[in-house]
């Protein structure tokens, strides 16, 4: 099992960027997949990104690609999401989440899957 915190969400204009960060403990955090999930109040839980264990496949949801890029770095326990190109509509809390199975479209896609959450970070776009 891994913990996990996010770190790297604030308030920035539309056309502006963030860098969100999670940091995991636990010693196997290299065999997880790795997604980035946000919500909104009284909506569900929504994909974002998702990265496999080794970094070698990666999926984004539609409304979030050519702006958004997830990476990891498993020497540093580290996953990122940078956000370019930030729209109101990217306003949402941010959550990492770890995902033990095997790799997906039905695993990486839904947040029922996953094994583990970090408590969010907020990220607000103002317009």
């Known amino acids: 099992q891994v913990s996990l915190v996010e770190s790297g969400g604030g308030l920035v204009q539309a056309g502006g960027s963030l860098r969100l960060s999670c940091a995991a403990s636990?010693?196997?955090?290299?065999?997880?997949?790795m997604g980035w999930f946000r919500q909104v109040p009284g909506k569900e839980r929504e994909f974002v990104a998702a990265?496999?264990?080794?970094?070698?496949?990666?999926r984004y949801a539609d409304s979030v690609k050519g702006r958004f890029t997830i990476s990891r770095d498993n020497a540093k326990k580290m996953v990122y999401l940078q956000m370019n190109s930030l729209e109101p509509e990217d306003t949402a809390v941010y959550y990492c989440?770890?995902?033990?199975?095997?790799?997906?479209?039905?695993?990486?896609?839904?947040?029922?899957?996953?094994?583990?959450w970090g408590q969010g970070t907020q990220v607000t776009v103002s317009s």
């Open positions: 989440g770890a995902n033990s199975r095997t790799w997906s479209s039905g695993s990486y896609y839904s947040g029922n899957e996953y094994d583990c």
């Open positions: 636990g010693r196997t955090f290299s065999s997880y997949n």
């Open positions: 990265i496999r264990w080794n970094g070698g496949i990666i």
